[in-house]
């Protein structure tokens, strides 16, 4: 070192201008580790948008209740399918009409607020004709061409059973003017035991974060160990550990589910246990691959030589640095358990009645389907967006956590 | 590559032997046995219920004739429809699943894999970002969504397709399309990012140097290796859509497998509910053995594994 240090002359050194000196202090900042990933993850436009998606069905989740004075499990029978955007039929300056798809006559006040469902004065069965009276004037309702309409739709002519008006609403011999409101009372609709939509979508969205929540802790605490245990010991109990993990996941894990909701009975308690005793096996494998690769390494290797404990090693060294690879893996699997619980209350065995997964919400609404496909889209919609936004955030943190994995 | 098939096999039997002694258990777990449903049954009807299903025998009896009966496909009697025997409904019921599934499959071959190569192929042009939306989009449908939507639209309001049944070609448009669904954008997916990986590789570059024509490159250089990761993929997806055909099979009111299941589920049919479980459980082992050994055949890195 001294050597080279003093053959260097006066010649060799050149001030540095100024501006030259300026030019070189103005670096980047060097980055750790995850500051490097918040950079990358924040720059990923589609990331942010699922992170956003997901911190709103949080929000809605928690504070939904506050959007309507309306519980989850009430029903009111006088108010059942009631869709969210009423095309209603002007009676006066404050009253509106509605009739809904069973041919009933609602009165609303005109910013939407439903009043009550009326009972005919008289109804003429024959002539498939009600009679109303509302404030004092004569409503007359004519549901003629509801026959004809099933009549060309089981005919297969669904273009002219489209076209066909079901009904006539006559107010002192006029047609009244049509008018579309958003349904105030109910801001989502009813479903078909009159029990308002938004209430139950928030109750679906409070289940559907449960089932990521237990999917999330079952991963950590079962996965990640089950797999970090398999690759640090290795060998034999490696070989038996993986075996069973190959066996489990043989057989699809929605039959195990099911087999054990059909054993145990629907229920939220059981869809807890059943999605936590499966939802761990690609998480161990994850873990493992991860953990034998990083067991190989120089520093895992020095502090084995100083002494440290198999479990410090493991918690303190395997896990944190295969952190990135449990992250992924996470928030890719969530998707998978809130499709899971839905599937399963869509075919009957997950949450079961008063209480609302998205699930069962889209299977109740399977009857009516025809006249209230807004039963379903809700739902659908929640469930589509939720798990885009897990996908994306998925995406987005396996691109800014592993850059290798790009492409 | 024979040891890594045998082993295979050896995991497989294992497996299926495991499953069936689970849902031997699990049966077994179920409070108050299968007849506790119906209502007041006088205490000597119940005993000869019992006495017929061999309910009274000792218990590794009634497991061994459990294990030998699943072995042959014989999975008992239904405990709720009289006199109809699980292995009948499911030979009734299979191929109606088994041709809706194929179809199914063939879709999933036939859209997924060309797709995925055109959009790799196209990177970052229209091809691509259509084939992006398409991916992204359908892997966040659930099936059931997918299914009653298709249902919706094209059964009760345009009146193009059949509602129910499979009398006709036309029926299965719907139900096919619906549980291929979610696999095709994934199988779409993974076509593209493995293709894309692939011709990042310098085997790629060393081909296109020394002037193989652009087809060559990648149909016989590219492909074969994207296509690895897209056959593993097969095994789990065609557990996918079995599973799939529970709620396909629900809304197109299609007499296959999965509608018995579900019935089966929500009747409490144990006997029908465990066989069927075990019989969809072979399927999967099956077919990904196939898979393995089609990936085998793929790989010439297995061969030298062991």
């Known amino acids: ?407 | 590559m024979t040891k890594y098939i045998l082993k295979r096999c050896v995991s497989i039997i294992v497996t299926l032997f495991l499953v069936c002694t689970i849902t031997f258990i699990m049966m077994k777990a179920v409070p108050g046995g299968p007849f506790t449903t119906e209502k007041n049954l006088p205490q000597n009807v119940l005993d000869a219920l019992e006495a017929k299903y061999h309910l009274t025998d000792p218990l590794w009896k009634q497991y061994v004739d459990y294990v030998k009966g699943a072995a042959t496909f014989d999975f008992g009697p239904s405990f709720k429809k009289d006199g109809v025997m699980v292995s009948d409904m499911l030979a009734q019921s299979f191929p109606v699943s088994a041709k809706l599934g194929l179809v199914a499959l063939i879709i999933v071959i036939l859209l997924g894999i060309p797709f995925g190569i055109l959009a790799a192929l196209k990177q970052n042009k229209l091809p691509d970002y259509l084939a992006t939306i398409f991916a992204t989009l359908g892997i966040a449908i659930p099936t059931f969504v997918l299914g009653t939507l298709i249902l919706y639209v094209f059964g009760s309001r345009l009146g193009w397709i059949p509602t129910h049944g499979l009398d006709s070609w036309k029926c299965y448009i719907g139900p096919s399309i619906s549980l291929a669904g979610f696999s095709l954008a994934y199988v779409l997916r993974l076509t593209r990012s493995s293709m894309l990986g692939v011709c990042g590789q310098d085997y790629i570059r060393t081909a296109r140097a020394k002037g193989l024509p652009e087809r060559t490159v990648i149909f016989k250089h590219a492909l074969k290796n994207a296509l690895i990761p897209v056959v593993t993929y097969i095994g789990p997806m065609t557990a996918g859509i079995m599973t799939g055909s529970f709620v396909t099979e629900k809304i197109f009111a299609i007499p296959g497998m999965g509608k018995f299941y579900v019935e089966a589920i929500n009747n409490r049919d144990y006997t029908v509910i465990m066989g069927t479980t075990m019989f969809y459980a072979a399927i999967a082992a099956v077919m990904i053995l196939a898979v393995d050994i089609a990936y085998a055949c793929l790989d010439p890195r297995i061969k030298f594994q062991d």
């Open chain 1, 1 to 407: 070192m001294e050597n080279t240090e003093r053959q260097i002359t006066q010649k060799d050194i050149e001030r540095v201008h100024f501006t030259n000196k300026e030019s070189q202090d103005i670096t980047r900042p060097s980055l750790t580790y995850w500051q490097d990933v918040k950079r990358r993850f924040l720059k990923n436009k589609l990331a942010i948008l699922g992170s956003v998606i997901i911190i709103l069905m949080v929000l809605f989740a928690l504070f939904g209740y506050l959007l309507t004075s309306q519980n989850y499990y009430r029903q009111d029978l006088t108010m059942t399918n009631l869709p969210p955007r009423l095309e209603c039929y002007y009676l006066d300056d404050e009253t509106l009409l509605y009739v809904n798809s069973e041919y009933s006559l609602y009165t609303l006040d005109n910013d939407g607020t439903v009043r009550e469902r009326l009972e005919p004065a008289e109804e003429n069965q024959m002539m498939r004709e009600k009679t109303y009276e509302v404030n004092g004037q004569k409503v007359v309702l004519n549901y003629k061409g509801a026959a004809q309409a099933a009549k060309a739709r089981k005919q297969g002519d669904m273009q002219l059973a489209n076209s066909i008006d079901t009904f006539t609403l006559d107010i002192g011999g006029k047609t009244p003017e049509m008018q579309k409101v958003w349904n105030k009372t109910y801001r989502l609709g009813t479903d078909y035991l009159g029990r308002d939509m938004l209430a139950r979508l928030v109750y679906g969205a409070r289940i559907s974060i449960l089932v990521a929540l237990i999917a999330t802790f079952a991963q950590f605490c079962i996965g990640v160990l089950y797999g970090g245990v398999a690759g640090y010991l290795g060998g034999r109990v490696d070989n038996i550990m993986m075996r069973i993990v190959d066996i489990i996941s043989t057989v699809p894990l929605t039959l195990y589910v099911v087999l054990l909701m059909v054993v145990m009975g629907p229920g939220i308690k059981t869809i807890i246990i059943a999605l936590g005793s499966v939802y761990w096996v690609d998480m161990a494998r994850q873990v493992r691959g991860q953990v034998l690769n990083i067991k190989q390494q120089e520093f895992v290797l020095a502090a084995r030589t100083i002494g440290a404990s198999a479990k410090r090693i493991m918690l303190r060294h395997l896990i944190p640095n295969s952190m990135s690879t449990i992250i992924v893996t996470l928030t890719m699997n969530i998707p998978s358990a809130i499709f899971t619980e839905s599937f399963l209350s869509f075919i009957g065995l997950g949450i079961s009645a008063p209480a609302a997964s998205w699930g069962t919400l889209a299977s109740d609404a399977l009857g009516g389907l025809r006249s209230y496909p807004y039963q379903l889209l809700l739902p659908s919609l929640c469930i589509c967006l939720t798990v885009l936004g897990f996908n994306f955030l998925g995406d987005g943190l396996r691109d800014a956590l592993d850059p290798k994995l790009r492409k």
